[in-house]
């Protein structure tokens, strides 16, 4: 699972930065006024509106990659493993251990003064009168 984390981590700090790298590299909109001085956008690699078209795309798959990996890193950090119900539908609880009647004193030692035992509790109690 922290190979996982970790994976998703990176996943998002590079989608982060290259969100980051593309908002920088888009023209504003009062660009076209700076092409007609020469920018010469039409002999660029996309052509005259391929650019645009290419990197709003392109920032718009990032920023959605990085938008689940934010929502997968909450998912994974919120999570925490709960116990099995069985097949009872009960949670498995560890066995009560009943406690052993009171020994006799080793030889040689003083009498130790007789602790009155604890009542039971109503759970352990078998109810009366209730048909079996």
């Not at 609880?93 to 406690?99: N, S, W």
Request: glycine share 12%.
């Amino acid at each position: 699972m922290l190979y996982f984390k970790t994976l998703i981590i990176v996943v998002q700090l590079l989608s982060a930065l290259g969100v980051i790298g593309l908002v920088l590299l888009q023209h504003g909109k009062g660009a076209d006024m700076g092409a007609a001085f020469g920018s010469g956008a039409s002999g660029s690699l996309f052509g005259a509106t391929g650019s645009a078209n290419f990197l709003s795309r392109t920032t718009a798959v990032l920023a959605a990659v990085f938008f689940i990996t934010t929502l997968a890193l909450t998912y994974l950090g919120a999570y925490h493993a709960k116990p099995s119900a069985g097949v009872l539908g009960v949670a498995a609880t560890a066995p009560v251990v009943a406690a052993s009647p009171v020994s006799a004193p080793a030889a040689g030692s003083a009498p130790a003064a007789a602790s009155p035992a604890a009542p039971a509790s109503p759970a352990s109690v078998p109810a009366t009168g209730v048909p079996k």
